[in-house]
């Protein structure tokens, strides 16, 4: 009805029509033009302020739809339309066939969800998905960790071999069933994955890990050691290292970070303690110590190994990360290693943008962020702070999950780093429900919203309750349960890694001494 264009019409809504369904009208004899409503409106005369009437209060209420056109569904691809529709014309509701061919949801094998208001499946290309990168991001409580984990397990069963930089230990989880879903409605059955967690940190921090991750510390260059410290290391400190590192290396014999640090201690240059208060950090965390982690076991198909960092100073995290990834880069570009995907959980502080922070980590993520496709090293960054993760790197991932995001900061940052952000998307994006998602890529025609399916595995990431009912407890079952498991952890500890790191013993706190003061 009214005035219609190439781009949008009205139309006059006769049954139920919620904003965001899709509709088709006739393009001519055999077409249809393929639209999304975008908007919808309700007016009733007898209740207008310039016309109110008590003795006409049946006047005839209509709703307007307001339809957004998407293109011309012609020989199963998605064509612009050149000629407006015609007033007059009827409107139907877009059936399932056409959806899928129109927007493309139909080609892939990543199954993440159903299509918001329908029962249709929507799946991503796996190969492109993994090579062209991806980011998820939302605010804090949005589900952003549980639909990382939906595509984490997809990426799984169609063999691709996962590292996930883990800060918190939230995706352990993995290993096991979930128990929680409509598993019925999105047609899942819960199972576990082939998980293996790894962690920088020393046996006390990490009881539950499955191995320890290690360094090979041993003649390592100048460079591979600057890769690993901060950006606001000094031009002046990066040369007390490389004259060190040359000194140690003149005589052919090995070394490793202490004969470094004792190389430095000798250089006459003030900037020397800049720089072994860096190299100390990263001796003391343990990292280079007992028997390297094989890069090779890092990336096997249908496995994911996690890097998990619970126990490691943030400091020292970038510097892991970057020695990590660069290691991993550059034996994939020998083919010395499988292809992949890395996984980089609250991308923020490993990829900080300029202005927000620095990190070590930065300068080797935004080369595979340019140039992992070309050597099947795929990408996935995830954060509930967009604005504060680097641009470069998220424009260079093709397909974005975004669910719920309200900081205005974040907003603009997804509008300048995404294509194709309108005003009408960023109101979307900011009344979200949890556990659904905006899905922007290039392999789907059109932005659509999608309710993430359940997991399969278990949800690591729940937060944990502070306010209880008012009782003191001593501790739930589930805390005695995890209390039993720690310690059963610590006991093996020792049979994870005959070089994990030394052992400490519980000391006496003075307890018994002030019993027997006491009498008791």
């Given at each position: 009805m009214g005035e219609t264009s190439a781009l949008e019409f009205k139309f006059l809504i006769a049954d139920e029509a919620r904003r965001g369904s899709y509709v088709k009208v006739k393009d001519g004899s055999k077409d249809w033009v393929f639209a999304q409503v975008v908007d919808v409106t309700r007016s009733n005369v007898a209740y207008s302020l310039s016309m109110i009437d008590e003795d006409n209060l049946e006047a005839k209420e209509r709703v307007l739809g307001l339809a957004r056109v998407i293109g011309v569904a012609s020989g199963g691809k998605l064509q612009m339309l050149t000629n407006p529709p015609r007033p007059g014309d009827p409107v139907q509701r877009a059936d399932a066939g056409l959806i899928e061919r129109a927007l493309g949801l139909s080609k892939g094998n990543l199954y993440i969800g159903l299509l918001d208001g329908h029962d249709l499946k929507v799946r991503l290309e796996a190969d492109s998905f993994v090579q062209k990168h991806c980011s998820i991001l939302a605010k804090t409580g949005s589900g952003k960790s549980y639909t990382a984990a939906v595509v984490l397990e997809e990426l799984l069963e169609k063999g691709v071999a996962l590292l996930i930089i883990d800060p918190h230990g939230e995706y352990a989880s993995m290993k096991q069933k979930n128990t929680k879903g409509d598993f019925v409605k999105y047609g899942v059955k819960p199972k576990g994955y082939n998980v293996t967690v790894y962690s920088p940190a020393n046996q006390v921090d990490a009881p539950h890990a499955d191995r320890y991750f290690r360094f090979n510390g041993k003649n390592m260059t100048a460079r591979e050691i600057s890769a690993m410290l901060p950006e606001d290391v000094t031009n002046?400190?990066?040369?007390?290292?490389?004259?060190?590192?040359?000194?140690?290396?003149?005589?052919?014999?090995?070394?490793?970070?202490?004969?470094?640090?004792?190389?430095?201690?000798?250089?006459?240059?003030?900037?020397?303690?800049?720089?072994?208060?860096?190299?100390?950090?990263?001796?003391?965390?343990?990292?280079?110590?007992?028997?390297?982690?094989?890069?090779?076991?890092?990336?096997?198909?249908?496995?994911?190994?996690?890097?998990?960092?619970?126990?490691?100073?943030?400091?020292?995290?970038?510097?892991?990360?970057?020695?990590?990834?660069?290691?991993?880069?550059?034996?994939?570009?020998?083919?010395?290693?499988?292809?992949?995907?890395?996984?980089?959980?609250?991308?923020?502080?490993?990829?900080?943008?300029?202005?927000?922070?620095?990190?070590?980590?930065?300068?080797?993520?935004?080369?595979?962020?340019?140039?992992?496709?070309?050597?099947?090293?795929?990408?996935?960054?995830?954060?509930?702070?967009?604005?504060?993760?680097?641009?470069?790197?998220?424009?260079?991932?093709?397909?974005?999950?975004?669910?719920?995001?309200?900081?205005?900061?974040?907003?603009?940052?997804?509008?300048?780093?995404?294509?194709?952000?309108?005003?009408?998307?960023?109101?979307?994006?900011?009344?979200?429900?949890?556990?659904?998602?905006?899905?922007?890529?290039?392999?789907?025609?059109?932005?659509?919203?999608?309710?993430?399916?359940?997991?399969?595995?278990?949800?690591?990431?729940?937060?944990?309750?502070?306010?209880?009912?008012?009782?003191?407890?001593?501790?739930?079952?589930?805390?005695?349960?995890?209390?039993?498991?720690?310690?059963?952890?610590?006991?093996?500890?020792?049979?994870?890694?005959?070089?994990?790191?030394?052992?400490?013993?519980?000391?006496?706190?003075?307890?018994?001494?002030?019993?027997?003061?006491?009498?008791?």
């Open positions: 002046s400190q990066k040369g007390v290292l490389y004259e060190g590192i040359k000194i140690l290396g003149a005589d052919g014999s090995d070394y490793d970070l202490e004969d470094v640090i004792g190389q430095a201690e000798k250089d006459t240059s003030k900037a020397k303690w800049g720089l072994i208060g860096h190299l100390e950090a990263l001796v003391e965390l343990g990292i280079f110590s007992g028997r390297p982690t094989d890069l090779v076991d890092l990336l096997q198909r249908g496995r994911a190994s996690i890097i998990d960092m619970t126990g490691v100073p943030p400091d020292l995290q970038g510097m892991i990360v970057a020695k990590l990834l660069s290691d991993l880069f550059e034996a994939r570009k020998r083919g010395r290693v499988n292809p992949g995907m890395v996984v980089v959980e609250e991308a923020h502080n490993y990829i900080p943008e300029r202005g927000s922070g620095k990190a070590a980590s930065t300068a080797i993520i935004r080369t595979i962020a340019a140039e992992g496709r070309k050597f099947g090293l795929g990408l996935l960054v995830i954060s509930q702070r967009p604005a504060r993760v680097d641009k470069n790197v998220i424009s260079q991932c093709n397909t974005q999950i975004i669910l719920r995001v309200t900081n205005p900061n974040d907003l603009r940052a997804l509008s300048k780093g995404i294509e194709g952000m309108s005003s009408e998307l960023e109101e979307d994006i900011k009344r979200l429900p949890p556990g659904t998602a905006m899905l922007v890529s290039n392999e789907i025609e059109h932005p659509v919203t999608v309710k993430i399916r359940p997991r399969k595995s278990r949800h690591g990431g729940v937060s944990t309750p502070i306010v209880g009912n008012g009782k003191a407890r001593s501790g739930t079952k589930a805390d005695k349960r995890t209390k039993r498991s720690t310690a059963s952890s610590q006991a093996k500890g020792a049979e994870k890694s005959p070089d994990a790191g030394p052992k400490y013993e519980k000391k006496d706190t003075g307890g018994s001494f002030l019993r027997k003061i006491l009498g008791k």
